[in-house]
C-alpha cells in the first residue's frame, strides 16, 4: 500500500461549503462519508472518497479533513492506494488522487504548506 499526504492553509475566499461543492465535482470520484462538526467555533469537515484506477485495478482513497477558525481555513489531504500484484506496485494512483485534489484547493487559495 503506497500514500501520499498534503498539508494546505490559505486565508477564506469561500466558505468551506463552496469547497466542498468543488472537491465533490472531481469525476469518477465516490464519496464513502461527509462528517460536519462545530467545536468552540471551529468548523471541522472530515470527507472520504474512493475511486478506481485501471492502471492497477484497485481502488484509492482519499480522506480530506478541512478546518476553519475565524478567516483561517486548512486541509489535510491523505491519500492512499492499494497497489497490486506481488509487488504492490500502485503505479502512483494514489499520488495522482492527492495532487487532483490539491490543485482544485489551490484554486481556492489555498497553498502546501509544511506541518
Known amino acids: 500500500m503506497s500514500k501520499s499526504t498534503i498539508h494546505m492553509s490559505a486565508q477564506k475566499q ?14 469518477g ?11 468552540n ?3 471541522i469537515w472530515t470527507l472520504v472518497y474512493e475511486k478506481f484506477f485501471f492502471r492497477n485495478g484497485s481502488y484509492a482513497s482519499l480522506t ?3 478546518t476553519e477558525f475565524a478567516d483561517n481555513q ?17 503505479w502512483f494512483a494514489e499520488q495522482d488522487y492527492v495532487n487532483s485534489c490539491a490543485n482544485a484547493l489551490k ?5 502546501t504548506t509544511q506541518f
Open 14 to 27: 469561500k466558505s468551506l461549503q463552496e469547497i466542498y461543492d468543488i472537491i465533490h465535482l472531481n469525476r
Open 29 to 39: 470520484t465516490e464519496q464513502v462519508c461527509k462528517t460536519v462538526q462545530n467545536i
Open 41 to 43: 467555533g471551529v468548523e
Open 64 to 66: 480530506i479533513v478541512l
Open 74 to 90: 486548512t486541509a489535510v489531504l491523505a491519500a492512499s492506494g492499494g497497489g497490486e500484484g506481488i509487488f504492490n506496485f500502485s
Open 107 to 111: 484554486e481556492c487559495g489555498f497553498e
